[in-house]
Each structure stands twice: as structure tokens, then as C-alpha cells.
T-cell receptor, first 108, second 115 residues
Framework: EDQVTQSPEALRLQEGESSSLNCSYTVSGLRGLFWYRQDPGKGPEFLFTLYSAGEEKEKERLKATLTKKESFLHITAPKPEDSATYLC?????????FGSGTKLNVKP | EAGVAQSPRYKIIEKRQSVAFWCNPISGHATLYWYQQILGQGPKLLIQ????????DSQLPKDRFSAERLKGVDSTLKIQPAKLEDSAVYLCASSLGRSRTGELFFGEGSRLTVL
């Protein structure tokens, strides 16, 4: 079954405490893996696309990496404004499969 | 560049009533999606349009949900009659339609509460 699983479901960090979010998938024929940020009451906002194993993308305190069966979103020295739900989606031919997200809370 | 526009932002109805949501995608985006997002879950695809044709509606509860995209631009999603379990945020998204690029641009969503 094509599936995307994100862990942990929720993560609480102190400001400056680095950590990683995981996205594992069993979707066949990956054509792209996407990370989105979703703030409460808003639609998801695009962060990164990764297309092949070994690829990395960075944006401010965020770095996304991709292996053959999972992706990590590394958050370095997070700030309270990084608090949000982070969604992972796998694109297969003509369809997106979304995970349930990791809710990140960064305390000052 | 204007983003994806959705309305209404919020709607409260009684069960068995009907509701309609409207979406205007980013100009030039050929592909339009409607997703249902229940609290604490990821978005679930309801229907995907390529221009004004349906690409995937396999998870659309067709006995109560309908959607159209006339003229290949804006789209309407209708629920009739609504059930309690339809309470969710309905997200509209659009993309250029090129498979390599693929990223979705989402609207703010329409939050439906069914009482």
C-alpha cells in the first residue's frame, strides 16, 4: 500500500535546540518528495522539493535530505517562529500522497 | 502574483443541509485539486482537474460530493447533504501541471463545521 508516515507526531524543542523530523514512504515510483509548512488556520506553504536519493536542500534554519525510503527535515537552532506543522508529500506519476505531519513547538 | 483564492473561509451548517465552496487558482495553472483535511491529519485528495477535465476523483464520495471546473479556471465543490463527518477544512490547490516541478500552491482553506 502506498503510504507516507511522519514521525514524531509532535515535537517540543527549546529555542536553539536542533533536531530532525522524519518522513518515510512506501510509495513506488517516486518522482518528487515535498516538504510543506502549515501554520494554524492557513493552507500549507511550499518549502522544498527533492527528486533523488542523496539530494539536499537548505533554507535558513531548515535542511531537507532524501534517501531511497525516507527524508529528513533538519532544524538547526530553531526559533519560536519555526513553530508549525510540517507536512511531507510524495509525488508519484500524477498523485500526491501526504503524511499526517509533525507538529513542532519551539519554546523561547 | 495573486495566490489561490477560496471562499467562504468559514461555514457552519446543520447536517443534511448543502454547502458550496469556491476556488480561483493561480493564473495559468492547469491543474486544480480539492483536498479535505480533518484536524490532526494530512490533506486527503478529493478530486483533481487538468484544465476542465477530471484526472482523479476516486476518493470523492460521489453520493454527496460534486465538483466542477467550468472553462478550466475556477472551481466549485458542493456537498449535499452534509454529514457530521464532513466537518473539515477544504483546501484548494493548483499547480502548473508540469510533472517535474509539481509543487502545489494552496489557498487558505474553507473550514466547514456540520452540527
Amino acid at each position: 500500500e502506498d503510504q507516507v508516515t511522519q514521525s514524531p507526531e509532535a515535537l517540543r524543542l527549546q529555542e536553539g535546540e536542533s533536531s530532525s523530523l522524519n518522513c518515510s514512504y512506501t510509495v513506488s515510483g517516486l518522482r518528487g518528495l515535498f516538504w510543506y509548512r502549515q501554520d494554524p488556520g492557513k493552507g500549507p506553504e511550499f518549502l522544498f522539493t527533492l527528486y533523488s536519493a542523496g539530494e539536499e536542500k537548505e533554507k535558513e534554519r531548515l535542511k531537507a535530505t532524501l534517501t531511497k525510503k525516507e527524508s529528513f527535515l533538519h532544524i538547526t537552532a530553531p526559533k519560536p517562529e519555526d513553530s508549525a506543522t510540517y507536512l511531507c508529500a510524495v509525488y508519484n506519476f500524477n498523485k500526491f500522497y501526504f503524511g499526517s505531519g509533525t507538529k513542532l513547538n519551539v519554546k523561547p | 502574483e495573486a495566490g489561490v483564492a477560496q471562499s467562504p473561509r468559514y461555514k457552519i451548517i446543520e447536517k443534511r443541509q448543502s454547502v458550496a465552496f469556491w476556488c480561483n487558482p493561480i493564473s495559468g495553472h492547469a491543474t486544480l485539486y480539492w483536498y479535505q483535511q480533518i484536524l490532526g491529519q494530512g490533506p486527503k485528495l478529493l478530486i483533481q482537474f487538468q484544465n476542465n477535465g477530471v484526472v482523479d476523483d476516486s476518493q470523492l464520495p460521489k453520493d454527496r460530493f460534486s465538483a466542477e471546473r467550468l472553462k478550466g479556471v475556477d472551481s466549485t465543490l458542493k456537498i449535499q447533504p452534509a454529514k457530521l463527518e464532513d466537518s473539515a477544512v477544504y483546501l484548494c490547490a493548483s499547480s502548473l501541471g508540469r510533472s517535474r516541478t509539481g509543487e502545489l500552491f494552496f489557498g487558505e482553506g474553507s473550514r466547514l463545521t456540520v452540527l
